[in-house]
Each structure stands twice: as structure tokens, then as C-alpha cells.
């Protein structure tokens, strides 16, 4: 168990570039979410997939997100054309799928984004 | 829609002593999942505790322990023995019907050597 693991951890971008982020879960995880956390505030969830299918996304990701998990393994955030308010850190986690009880969501390290 | 309230927004500490950070959450659901994650400065999120709404007995993870008192949306976390290691931002979180988890703004802790 090699924990969740987020590539880059940091990212600066100019203003209108489009950004890609890459999230690997704990092996075996079949849920992986991602969330958005600005500075002073807690983190806010942004989607989520179970297994390749994406299940629920908040109205927050417009549409200039796009989350995408292929394979059902790793997944990719993406952001087009950014904006300055798209500044924050990109958290994703994942957990294993419960029977009947919620399971514990393991965090990554983040991806911080810097738009100038 | 729920919602998780902290309402310190930092406290301290000394070394060895106990500390109890408040969350209050709103929520009209009967089925629940309260966390406390702990982020350390410039490193990742890693639960400190989780409590389940259908059970009355609080949570306890060595040092950590919770008060949960369901009739007040009330879900407090008294940590022990304060250690160095224990400086961190604490978010209180909680989770419903949906898979996301809905965090509060979280509470900085200082700890006092």
C-alpha cells in the first residue's frame, strides 16, 4: 500500500493555458475522488467515480473541468482555458468500496495550482 | 443541504496538556459518518477519527476521542496529552447519503512547548 500519490505537486500557469492532473489511488481502490481546496477553507468536493464511471459532480466543476478515469484506475483533472480564480490546491483520494458502510476516503498529497 | 461549522478558528495548547476542538454540523438525514482529519503543515490529510451516527458509544483512537451528541449536531474532538506533533489544521468533516465528504473551515492548532 504505497498510498495515494498526485502529479505534479506543484503547477504555475499563465491565464488561459489549460492544466492537466494526474491522481493514482491505492491500488485495488475502486473509488477516487477529487477535491478543491482554497487557502483558509476546508476542501470542497468536486466529483467522484466508482470504478471508470464518474457518479456525481458538483456544480462547482464547470465547464471548463473535465475529470476523466479511463481505466478505473488512475484519473486526470483538467482545467482549460484557467483563470486566476482556479488558484488552489487539487486534492484527490480514493477508497475502497464498503459493503454497506461508508469507507474512510485516503488523501493524496495535492497538486497546489498557481494561475498568474 | 448539510453543512459542518468550527467555529475556532485556532487554538493552543501547551505540551501535555488537552485541547477540545468543536464542530457542529447541520444536517435533516438520520444516517451519517462524522471524520476528524488532521493536515500538518505542507503534508497530506490523514484521518484522526471517524464516528458512525447509528452508534451512541463515542470513538476513541488512543489520544484522540470524540463527544458526539446527535440531538445537538455536536461532534467535538478532545485531544490528550498534547504532543509537538500534534500542530496541525484539523477539519471536521461529515458524510451522508452521498459519497462526498463536506468539511468545515477547519481549526489551527498551535502546540506550546
Known amino acids: 500500500d504505497t498510498g495515494v500519490s498526485q502529479d505534479p505537486r506543484h503547477k504555475i500557469t499563465k491565464r488561459g493555458q489549460n492544466v492537466t492532473f494526474r491522481c493514482d489511488p491505492i491500488?485495488?481502490?475502486?473509488?477516487l475522488y477529487w477535491y478543491r481546496q482554497t487557502l483558509g477553507q476546508g476542501p470542497e468536493f468536486l466529483t467522484y467515480?466508482?470504478?471508470?464511471?464518474?457518479?456525481?459532480k458538483s456544480r462547482l466543476l464547470s465547464d471548463r473541468f473535465s475529470a476523466e478515469r479511463p481505466k478505473g484506475s488512475f484519473s486526470t483533472l483538467e482545467i482549460q482555458r484557467t483563470e486566476q480564480g482556479d488558484s488552489a490546491m487539487y486534492l484527490c483520494?480514493?477508497?475502497?468500496?464498503?459493503?454497506?458502510?461508508?469507507?474512510?476516503?485516503?488523501f493524496g498529497p495535492g497538486t497546489r495550482l498557481l494561475v498568474l | 443541504a448539510q453543512t459542518v461549522t468550527q467555529s475556532q478558528p485556532e487554538m493552543s495548547v501547551q505540551e501535555a496538556e488537552t485541547v477540545t476542538l468543536s464542530c457542529t454540523y447541520d444536517?435533516?438525514?438520520?444516517?451519517?459518518?462524522l471524520f476528524w482529519y488532521k493536515q500538518p503543515p505542507s503534508r497530506q490529510m490523514i484521518l484522526v477519527i471517524r464516528?458512525?451516527?447509528?452508534?451512541?458509544q463515542n470513538a476513541t483512537e488512543n489520544r484522540f476521542s470524540v463527544n458526539f451528541q446527535k440531538a445537538a449536531k455536536s461532534f467535538s474532538l478532545k485531544i490528550s496529552d498534547s504532543q509537538l506533533g500534534d500542530a496541525a489544521m484539523y477539519f471536521c468533516?461529515?458524510?451522508?447519503?452521498?459519497?462526498?465528504?463536506?468539511f468545515g473551515k477547519g481549526t489551527k492548532l498551535t502546540v506550546n512547548p
Open positions: 483520494a480514493s477508497s475502497p468500496q464498503g459493503e454497506g458502510v461508508q469507507e474512510t476516503q485516503y
Open positions: 491500488s485495488e481502490h475502486n473509488r
Open positions: 467515480f466508482q470504478n471508470e464511471a464518474q457518479l456525481e
Open positions: 444536517t435533516s438525514e438520520s444516517d451519517y459518518y
Open positions: 464516528q458512525e451516527a447509528y452508534k451512541q
Open positions: 468533516a461529515y458524510q451522508g447519503g452521498s459519497e462526498k465528504l463536506v
